[in-house]
């Protein structure tokens, strides 16, 4: 994931922060539901701005 990507996901958190409901920010955004947006704002309220670090994806790494 390169920088922009990171900045792209603390946005979407900021938006949220700012007021705006999850389904505006994911329209916004051009995802077609919340439940993205949600779990973002959830592991950022976590785990503050490693949240947009990206982590394993859940596919096998090529050995």
């Given at each position: 994931m390169r920088p922009a990507q990171w900045?792209?996901?603390?946005?979407?958190?900021?938006?949220?922060a700012d007021g705006h409901?999850?389904?505006?920010?994911?329209?916004?955004?051009?995802r077609l539901s919340g439940d993205v947006v949600a779990a973002l704002v959830a592991r950022f309220n976590a785990e503050g701005l490693a949240a947009v670090v990206p982590r394993q994806g859940g596919w096998s790494p090529a050995r």
């Open positions: 900045r792209a996901k603390a946005v979407l958190a900021v938006a949220v409901s999850y389904t505006d920010t994911a329209r916004a955004a051009g």
